[in-house]
């Protein structure tokens, strides 16, 4: 939204309980967020009743923004938590286990030291798409540390993990997303 006043005169008439107000923020940042919710969980369904969840957080919590920082920051960071607390809840803890338990922590050591996977030369719908293939504890800790730029303390004490494993879902996150993508690619080139 770029009238920062227009987008003011919005929140201000959803605080009045407003419906075309509330309409009107909603069908604002819709497609950003459900973007956020579609890193997080790959089954659209189950995204949308996420987003639905966090914009109705959104609109309880409206009260607290002060409009100095980013407004679209703040959406993203509530709608993002309630794809977290979602996940947390269909899964005892996701990101403790997964199906790749034999997996050597001298394996770890070596993923980090391997250059970063290159996204950016892949279309964004084809890295999303790969995102989404992978387990939630892999795709949660992926997008914390790549997309939203948390460190790995700061996502262990979010998730209730230690730094190791966030370290090690990262590892085992981009060498799923790299087998992802040359299997994808590798079809595409046949």
Known sequence: MEN????????????????????????????KMMAVCL????????AQEVLQEGFIKVFDKLEVFDFKGSFEGWIRRIIANTAIDAIRKNKRNPF???QDNDFKQEVVNE?????????????????????SK????????FNLYVLEDYS????????GINEGTSKSNLAKAKMNLQRILNEKFKHIEK
């Open 152 to 159: 790995h303390k700061e996502i262990a004490e979010m998730l």
């Open 111 to 131: 993923m980090e030291e391997k250059e970063k996977i290159e996204l950016t030369e892949v279309k964004a719908e084809v890295a999303m798409d790969a995102i």
């Open 134 to 141: 992978l387990s939630p504890a892999y795709r949660t800790v």
């Open 39 to 46: 890193r997080y969980i790959s089954d659209r369904d189950t």
């Open 96 to 98: 403790l286990s997964d």
């Open 4 to 31: 920062k006043s227009h987008l003011k005169e919005i929140v201000e008439g959803c605080l009045r309980g407003e419906r075309r107000s509330q309409e009107a923020l909603f069908k604002e940042f819709y497609g």
